[in-house]
Every structure is written in structure tokens, then in C-alpha cells.
């Protein structure tokens, strides 16, 4: 993991190249994620369509956030041949860290209409010092 979450240089190289390589390693979706700061809070919003929110985990622990998250495949018949198949199915986990201490006690976390929205208040005195240079 990097401080920008798990998108290191090897899983950008591979994900590019051989975007069926994380199948092969029982990961076999990622959900699209923005991170931002708004209003003194960092907001995660994540697009993850066709779960229910109890498939969904969110936990905040030490200044990371982790996503996880189960979808099931809908359609489990050997039989059909099909012509495209680009719905995913599996886990997914993402990790990020996070510059600055989360107040963990308020977090909150949103799931409507297959987006994630979870809001990440920063803790009071955390805020970044200004150190002089003599």
C-alpha cells in the first residue's frame, strides 16, 4: 500500500497490461473512488453498483480507511454462451491513508443508488504546523 492507497507502481503497470490479472488473484473488480477535502473533512465518495449495504464494510482505524465489499454473480448457469461479459462479480478490498487523524467516533457512511458517500472528520489539533526554518 502507498500513501495514495494501493495503486502502487506494479498494480498500475498490470492493471494497464493485463486488466484480467487481478481475476487470477480472486480480486476481480475494483469500485472507482474519489478522495477529497471539503469543508475540513475528507469526503470518500465510491461507485460500487449492484450491492446491497450489508455487503459492504467500512472501517477506519489508525488514519486508514479500508472498503471492502462482496458481490455475488447473479447467474450461475455453465450453459449460455455469452458474447460480452463485462459484469464483475467477487470481493474487493481499497485501502487509503489518510494525512491527517480522523475523529473515528464521527464518521459517517451513506450508500444510495450503488454510490458510496462517507464523510471523515478530522480530529480537532490536527491540523498541519507551519514550522519556521532558522
Do not use: C
Not at 446491497?52 to 488514519?63: A, I
Amino acid at each position: 500500500m502507498t500513501p495514495f492507497g494501493e495503486e502502487g507502481l506494479g498494480d498500475v503497470f498490470f492493471d494497464r497490461l493485463w486488466p484480467e490479472w487481478r481475476r487470477d488473484m480472486g480480486e476481480e473488480w475494483t469500485p472507482t473512488v474519489d478522495l477529497f477535502e471539503k469543508e475540513g473533512n475528507y469526503h470518500l465518495k465510491a461507485e460500487i453498483p449492484g450491492l446491497n449495504k450489508d455487503d459492504l464494510s467500512v472501517t477506519v482505524h489508525d488514519g486508514v480507511i479500508t472498503l471492502t465489499g462482496q458481490k455475488e454473480s447473479s447467474h450461475e448457469e455453465t450453459t449460455d454462451a455469452y458474447h460480452v461479459k463485462e459484469m464483475r462479480s467477487g470481493s474487493f478490498t481499497r485501502s487509503f491513508r489518510l494525512a491527517e487523524e480522523i475523529d473515528e467516533e464521527k464518521v459517517d457512511a451513506t450508500y444510495k443508488d450503488g454510490v458510496l458517500n462517507v464523510i471523515l472528520p478530522k480530529k480537532e489539533g490536527s491540523k498541519a504546523k507551519k514550522i519556521e526554518v532558522h
